[in-house]
């Protein structure tokens, strides 16, 4: 664990290849961050606690368009980087491989429109700093239906499923790398997202959530909000985790952000890691 | 910003009446109250509504009473978007918006059953007739904003208020009529004045989406909203004052719904928040 | 008014090279990027930080580096009288903004975030002699809550001279004695002086000695600092279950 300024121990090794949050000041390794040391092989880096978003080659990432012009959309992803998603990155209907026509350039916003939701993976890194995404994949496109949040980027660690159903609520959700979060009813025989290759009458044919489902939803946003406001990682399984101590304590929805229930929380997730450890 | 689809979503979400928290479309977010925490103030209070946080402080100094009402202490409201509450709060939008925030107060402090005075008793803050006199200071800071900012803030300034002592004066007797007299304060706190703050209102936020009306919006929720009115409200549950969010109009029907939801849950937050002045006021005994 | 008794105390019962109670938390609202609060004896400051994002306007920007940009205020019933307050556009606030951005903007590692912007903001909530270099220590936490890197670790105090005594971390009553007044920000690890200003007449001999206490001043500050953001992070380690060596 250093703080900005400390040097980093690197006596035990014969060399050392510096990474993220250090510097080199006078042969010596230097943190510029305040988190823990990280040393994967010669790689020594510093890892803070928290970190505006940067995004990574095949990040699953979850965006609100704020511009439609010139062949591409621009998105907000609460990175450092400006976020664009060209216009031949996105399947369209008619199939997949054709030229995309004036036409298509005039109809972009059949496709996706000001602050329109949508989730996507990053595709490339411009050279200018500029990150690219595609939705070139049944799974990515636009969200509808559901319910947004926002949680710092670090507490979604990379994980092998980023699209999850949580089948025992019946709600699906999206763990985006930047931070933003999609919990949505599960409907039958779709995937998580309506895909840009459906018609758009298709989309529009998604049945309004149900009181129940909603509950469900709510309570999984609740979980999601509770988690971060304790700094905890967010994960299925830390999800599910928080609304069975709901359950079990017979706790609702809404009650869910006391001050009482966070406390509740924080004792429980105590307990099972004593559990844990033993 | 927002997608029409999202704001679909809260549509539906209003008229199952279970917002994205869980909530009713009548509960409120949690409420934490935290008083007396700034030195240089006759009183303080800072209030957190969900993820709205607000801190209002309140200065008693002397100054000279208005020609017109000579009887009579000042009152001063201001309201300040912090930098803290993010670089979107700065700029004339940042101080357009304060400057109607400090309005709405101001008219809901100023406001009266009879129509008449003001909330707060100004005439007990005279000292001398036409010479001196209290005024009050009250200046408010948004350091974050989720929605329901006046709510908040007249939470804030009614708990404020309850927190102020002004010192106790003595004034001086004087031979000459026209001589200014001598004023001595007592430094005592125990002989501090408290401010009555029994005809204080608090505003309640209600927002509209078709026919579902809700109270303590989120940022996110207001900016769906189509509609949103503010209704000042007495402890004793008499409307006092009203004012109109952005928005299109309001119909008559919508208003007499806002205002008669908005009668309800006024005094169950004054409950809310007494509660919580007065736990705040235990743990700092303790 | 004495300021200085025989005995060598001042007024609030310190002696001349003691600095008043430190108090800070770091990451006090989770709306941004990094936040904190740092309080020295009553001068309290809050600070945040939003970035680094992509900058609002491209005239702005520049290609090689991120620009800082800093929104200072102080609230009217910051100080002991309330200040009538001409509004923000006063040549003082825009003066001690700058003066915040600059100290930061020597010690953030800007040459990693081209075309970005980063925004500080600053809130005075009570000010008691020192404010500025409050400001600078809140605003070197949040950046760091943020995860920004920075060069070194920054810490700032500031040094009085009254009836021939330096004085560290002069408070409001210790500023009505108009001594001269002397402001150092300073990178602690690499001893750099990034902000150094001075006012009031001062001969050479007095200045140094008022210059090498508040390099003390610093260091203890920058200690305070250090402890409390490794705090912060074992604190926040543990709850996410990370392993510290």
């Known amino acids: 664990m250093v703080c900005v300024g400390d040097r980093i121990d690197t006596d035990m090794q014969e060399g050392f290849l510096r990474g993220h949050g250090t510097q080199v000041l006078d042969g010596q390794l230097v943190a510029t961050e305040c988190g823990l040391v990280e040393r994967v092989n010669k790689l020594v880096s510093v890892r803070p606690l928290r970190q505006r978003y940067s995004a990574a080659l095949g990040d699953i990432v979850i965006g609100r368009v704020t511009e439609v012009a010139g062949k591409r959309w621009r998105l907000d992803i609460g990175a450092r980087q400006e976020v664009s998603l060209q216009l031949s990155s996105v399947d369209l209907p008619g199939g997949a491989q054709r030229r995309r026509t004036a036409e298509d350039e005039i109809k972009m916003r059949t496709i996706f429109k000001e602050g329109d939701l949508l989730s996507a993976e990053v595709q490339s890194l411009h050279a200018d700093g500029s990150i690219a995404l595609h939705t070139r994949s049944a799974k990515y496109g636009k969200l509808t239906g559901g319910d947004l949040l926002y949680v710092p980027a670090a507490l979604v660690k990379r994980q092998k499923h980023h699209f999850t159903n949580l089948t025992t609520m019946g709600i699906t959700m999206i763990l985006g790398c930047n931070g933003m979060v999609w919990l949505a009813p599960t409907h039958e025989g779709s995937s998580a997202a309506a895909s840009s290759t459906s018609a758009p009458e298709q989309t529009a044919a998604k049945a309004p959530a149900s009181a129940a489902e909603r509950e469900a939803v709510s309570k999984a946003a609740n979980a999601v909000r509770l988690l971060a406001s304790l700094s905890m990682n967010i994960s299925p399984a830390s999800l599910l985790n928080v609304c069975k101590v709901c359950a079990e304590r017979g706790v609702q929805a809404k009650d869910m952000l006391t001050a009482s229930f966070i406390g509740a929380m924080l004792e429980e997730e105590s307990q099972q890691r004593l559990q844990t450890s033993l | ?286 | 008014m004495e300021f200085v008794t025989p005995e060598g105390l001042r007024r609030d019962g310190r002696r001349p090279k003691e600095l008043r109670q430190l108090k800070c938390e770091v990451g006090v609202f989770p709306h941004a990027d990094g936040s904190a609060t740092f309080n020295i004896g009553n001068t309290q400051v809050i600070a945040t930080v939003f970035g680094p994002r992509v900058a609002d306007s491209r005239g702005e920007s520049s290609t090689d580096r991120a620009i800082v940009k800093c929104a200072y205020s102080e609230s009217h019933f910051a100080a002991g009288s309330r200040r009538q307050r001409k509004g923000r556009g006063d040549r003082r606030t825009a003066e001690l903004a700058s003066t915040v951005r600059k100290a930061l903007e020597e010690t953030i590692l800007v040459e990693l975030f081209p075309k970005a912007q980063i925004d500080l903001g600053i809130q005075v909530l009570q000010a008691d002699g020192s404010v500025l270099a409050a400001c600078i220590n809140a605003a070197m936490l949040a950046v760091a809550d943020a995860g920004i890197p920075m060069r070194d670790m920054i810490a700032a105090t500031t040094v009085g001279y009254l009836e021939s005594t330096p004085l560290l971390d002069i408070n409001h009553t210790e500023r009505t004695g108009n001594g001269p007044e002397l402001l150092l920000a300073l990178h602690v690890n690499q001893d750099k002086a990034i902000i150094i200003t001075e006012e009031g007449a001062v001969n050479p001999e007095t200045l140094e000695g008022m210059a090498e206490l508040a390099e003390q001043g610093c260091k203890a500050v920058g200690k305070f600092l250090r402890q409390s953001l490794l705090e912060h992070i074992q604190r926040h380690a543990t709850v996410r279950g990370l392993t510290v060596k």
């Open chain 2, 1 to 286: 910003m927002i997608g029409s689809d999202e704001k679909d979503f809260i549509r539906g979400g209003f008229k199952a009446d279970i917002r994205s928290d869980g909530r009713a479309c009548n509960d409120s977010r949690p409420l934490s109250l935290s008083l007396g925490d700034l030195q240089p103030c006759s009183g303080s209070a800072r209030c957190t509504l969900g993820s709205t946080d607000v801190i209002v402080g309140v200065k008693a100094e002397l100054g000279a009473p208005l020609p017109d009402s000579p009887d009579c202490g000042g009152l001063h409201i201001t309201v300040e978007c912090s930098p803290c509450a993010g670089p979107t709060s700065q700029g004339r939008a940042g101080e357009a918006l304060s400057f109607e925030l400090a309005k709405c107060l101001e008219r809901a402090l100023n406001a009266h059953p009879s129509g008449r005075g003001s909330a707060l008793d100004l005439r007990a803050l005279s000292i001398v007739s036409g010479r001196t006199c209290w005024v009050l200071c009250i200046d408010a800071l948004v350091l974050a904003c989720d929605g329901s900012l006046l709510d908040a803030l007249s939470i804030a300034v009614r708990a404020a208020l309850q927190n102020t002592r002004i010192p106790l004066v003595e004034v001086g007797a004087t031979e000459d009529p026209d001589e200014e007299p001598e004023l001595e304060l007592d430094d005592d706190p125990a002989n501090a004045k408290q401010v009555d703050v029994s005809r204080v209102p608090i505003i309640v936020t209600v927002c509209q989406m078709d026919d579902a009306f809700v109270v303590d919006p989120t940022a996110r929720e207001e900016e769906a909203a189509e509609q949103a009115c503010h209704i000042a409200v007495m402890p004793t549950g008499n409307v006092c004052g009203m004012f109109r969010g952005s928005g299109a109009a309001v119909t008559p029907f919508a208003l007499q719904e806002m205002m008669s939801l908005a009668q309800k849950r006024g005094p169950l937050l004054l409950q809310a928040v007494g509660k919580s002045i007065a736990s705040a006021a235990m743990s700092m005994e303790t």
